[in-house]
């Protein structure tokens, strides 16, 4: 039986689509992130047959396999000093240059790291 609801991993933000998040990177700096949508992914499996090969999501053979919780995220370039920084460029608009569509998985946004922007 498909599971209906999801819990958010232990120790990562909680998020929602439209949000920001604001990143602290290896580097130091900090990175903003805007969320265009939550989603699951399930790894895929290839099954070989005399006519083609077909594909099967991998938690339909396997018992112990979840799908796991990604963000789809725009990734801003510009990076800060310090956090509120980013956001002021938040609060401004003033983030400049950005890739969007980008996959993470949710937990590269720690609570140690990351946190949801929250407007003054």
Sequence with gaps: MDKFTYTFP???????????????CDSGKWKVFFVEDIVLLSRLVPLSFEDGTELIEEKNILD????????????????????????ESISKDKLGKSVSSICLKLTYFSHETSFVYKEK
């Design 10 to 24: 232990q120790n990562t933000i909680q998020c929602q689509k439209g949000n920001y998040i604001i990143k602290k």
């Design 64 to 87: 112990s396999v979840t799908p796991d919780i990604y963000l789809l995220v725009t990734l801003f370039e510009k990076e800060f000093v310090t956090n509120e920084e980013a956001n």
